[in-house]
């Protein structure tokens, strides 16, 4: 696997892990063990912020440049 590709999937696997871990405000008293993931849409919360703005274009480009690899 080039350099490139392997930042790339190490960059999306720490987005994925922080998507994926509760925030703070998320977890209360009543959380069971096994419900331990994140149910927020964005990455601060139910809400668009500026950061999702920011990330998501360049989301998008990565995910429509994927399938071009197999052309070249």
């Known amino acids: 696997m ?4 392997r930042g790339l999937t190490k960059a999306l696997k720490k987005l994925d892990d922080y998507l994926n871990t509760p925030l703070p ?8 063990g ?11 919360g139910d809400e ?11 989301l998008h480009v990565v995910k429509e440049q994927v399938p071009l690899k197999g052309m070249i």
């Open 25 to 32: 405000e998320e977890i209360d008293a009543n959380t069971c």
């Open 2 to 5: 080039p350099a490139l590709e």
């Open 48 to 58: 668009l912020t500026l950061a999702d703005c920011n990330l998501l274009p360049k």
């Open 34 to 44: 096994e419900d331990k993931g994140s149910r927020r849409k964005f990455l601060d």
